[in-house]
């Protein structure tokens, strides 16, 4: 069936460090993605999505390319801040008659200054 | 643009006692949504409405949960009687109808059983 697999975290990089999250997913058709992240406190909030094969999303510096070939839609950043402290969710939403969000394990990000 | 409204932010209740979360979704978006996240796990979805019918409730414990959406605005999700492993955040969301379109989240109610 449909899922997804989200790298484990949780994840502690330096500020200005380089950032990669993996998520691979296993789908019967072709889902949307979804990159939604938490911050402390705060109520989830999309970060990025992507529908369709090649496609890019960006936000916030961010990035994550939907790779039909591969089934997955890593997230990057260049140079993480303190700021991006968060937990980090892939959410592919499959199709089907019922298109819903599947969110992942969730990737704890720590960013030290 | 209002964000989507949930009540209570937080509930500590007694095992076997009954709890009820309300929402209140985006204005004109039919599809609201129904999470339970557990501390360290991604959210796991309960029970999604289309306007006020049932899409998905595949993974709602049926026994002791129940949900329902009146006239295809505000939602309201009980769980009677609460086990200790009802523990969790309760999230709602609400989207439009399309097949790309994002989910909006409300903060949660983070539920205790004692």
């Known amino acids: 069936g449909d899922s997804v697999t989200q790298m484990e975290g949780p994840v502690t990089l330096s500020e200005e460090a380089f950032l990669t999250i993996n998520c691979t997913y296993t789908a019967t058709g072709y889902p949307s993605l979804f990159w939604y992240v938490q911050y402390p406190g705060e109520g989830l909030q999309l970060l990025l999505k992507a529908t369709k094969a090649d496609d890019k999303g960006s936000n916030k510096g961010f990035e994550a390319t939907y790779r039909k070939e591969t089934t997955s839609f890593h997230l990057e950043k260049g140079s993480v801040q303190v700021s991006d402290s968060a937990v980090y969710f892939c959410a592919p939403m499959f199709s089907g008659s019922a298109r819903q969000l599947t969110f992942g394990s969730g990737t704890q990000l720590t960013v030290l200054p | 643009e209002a964000g989507v409204a949930q009540s209570p932010r937080y509930k500590i209740i007694e095992k076997r006692q009954s709890v009820a979360f309300w929402c209140n979704p985006i204005s004109g978006h039919a599809t609201l949504y129904w999470y339970q996240q557990i501390l360290g796990q991604g959210p796991k979805l309960l029970i999604q409405?289309?306007?006020?019918?049932?899409?998905?409730d595949s993974q709602l414990p049926k026994d002791r949960f129940s949900a329902e959406r009146l006239k295809g605005v505000d939602s309201t999700l009980k769980i009677q009687p609460a086990k200790l492993e009802d523990s969790a955040v309760y999230l709602c969301?609400?989207?439009?109808?399309?097949?790309?379109?994002?989910?909006?989240f409300g903060q949660g109610t983070r539920l205790t059983v004692v």
């Open positions: 409405f289309q306007n006020n019918g049932v899409v998905d």
């Open positions: 969301a609400s989207s439009q109808t399309g097949r790309h379109t994002e989910a909006f």
